[in-house]
């Protein structure tokens, strides 16, 4: 990436920590005032850099909302961007659900100011030292993997034997759902992902893992005030690949063992004998999913597969944009479930190998 590449990508993910602040405050519409100063500083940086440029420029947060969410940041954006950075349909703000995209957070999450992943982080890593042991720290991840979004208490469930322990633990981690969730006082749950989900007309709805709108299904709950939902960054990045991991960990014949640090190491004794990590990811993006992996092995200081969902991996382009995001000493390769769980051959060697 050069210089100018890295100032262009640098301030997009300004934008999108702006408009995750801005999610974050705004409880009934993501368009209502005051809007962050986040947002606003980043706003004025990507005037000047249009103004210097001669380019187009918003005219206000309201204009950059609807920009983020009716174009693609590679034709508006006043800065050049690296080829590919993002994924051709990308946007910022999901046109239909009308809030930030996953795209939206892993931007927010890139580079050394990233906030939302880095947010999870945190909270996974003092869960863990409140846990002690990793047995009990597996047990309150699975939980939360299990429930990102809880829509309705239910004490015969939580406190019972085999959950109160754990219960106790993580309970605390679990947020009102924001206002603007209330539509027309119910609150949604898609039952793919597990995440929170609205019903937009009588034939379109929104859900936060970007389900098949076509097979989507909504649970509700019409006790909007019993509803309690994980912060962002656990949803989309503990949760959300969370599914996949348990798929992936009961796919396996072999034991796999939970590393205490970050979202989701895990190491397994591989089919030829050697022990090696992985980690589960579902992200739009594949550049900033590379380069995050590539953080995450060399604070590993050794080789880390990541595991990426079927569907995704096989998408045009996906294994090699990422490939293509891994320096040349990058330990990382990007396996399909199937290719990891040996369904099926894996497609390529290792990046340093290849
Ligand atoms: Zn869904």
């Given at each position: 990436m050069t210089e100018d590449e890295r100032t262009a990508v640098d301030l997009l993910a300004g934008v999108a920590r702006g408009l995750i602040e801005l999610t974050s405050v705004a409880q009934t519409a993501m368009?209502?005032?005051?809007?962050?100063s986040s947002l606003q500083l980043a706003l004025d940086r990507v005037v000047l850099a249009g103004l210097t440029r001669h380019m187009p420029t918003p005219g206000g947060v309201p204009e950059l909302l609807s920009w983020c969410r009716e174009?693609?940041?590679?034709?508006?954006?006043?800065l050049e961007l690296p080829v590919?950075?993002?994924?051709?349909?990308?946007?910022?703000?999901?046109?239909?659900?009308d809030e930030a995209t996953r795209t939206c957070a892993e931007l927010a999450s890139?580079?050394?100011?990233?906030v939302l992943e880095q947010e999870a982080e945190t909270l996974l890593a003092e869960l863990a030292n409140t846990c002690g042991t990793v047995e009990r720290f597996a047990a309150c991840r699975d939980f939360l993997i299990s429930r990102p979004v809880i829509l309705q208490y239910n004490p015969i469930e939580l406190l019972g034997p085999a959950v109160a322990h754990t219960w106790k633990l993580v309970q605390h981690l679990y947020v009102p759902v924001p206002?603007?969730?209330?539509v027309h006082r119910v609150v949604h749950r898609c039952t793919g992902c597990l995440l929170l989900a609205k019903p937009v007309t009588a034939d379109a709805s929104w859900c936060e893992g970007g389900c098949q709108p076509e097979g989507r299904v909504l649970e509700s709950s019409h006790?909007?005030?019993q509803a309690r939902a994980l912060p962002l960054g656990l949803r989309l990045f503990l949760a959300l690949p969370g599914r996949t991991e348990r798929a992936v960990r009961s796919g396996l014949d072999r034991q796999t063992r939970l590393l205490p640090q970050g979202l989701g190491l895990h190491r397994v004794t591989s089919p030829d004998g050697n022990l090696c990590v992985f980690q589960v990811q579902d992200r739009e993006q594949p550049i900033p999913a590379a380069l995050r992996a590539a953080e995450a092995a060399a604070e590993l200081h050794g080789p880390l597969d990541i595991v990426a969902p079927d569907r995704l991996a096989a998408s045009p382009g996906y294994r090699e944009n990422f490939e293509y995001a891994l320096s040349d000493g990058a330990d990382v390769r990007l396996l399909s479930v199937s290719e990891f769980t040996g369904l099926r051959p894996a497609g390529r060697e290792r990046n340093d190998h290849a």
């Open positions: 368009f209502r005032l005051p809007y962050p174009r693609r940041p590679a034709d508006w954006w006043p590919g950075f993002l994924t051709a349909d990308a946007r910022l703000i999901h046109s239909v659900g890139y580079g050394r100011d990233g206002d603007r969730f209330r006790q909007p005030e």
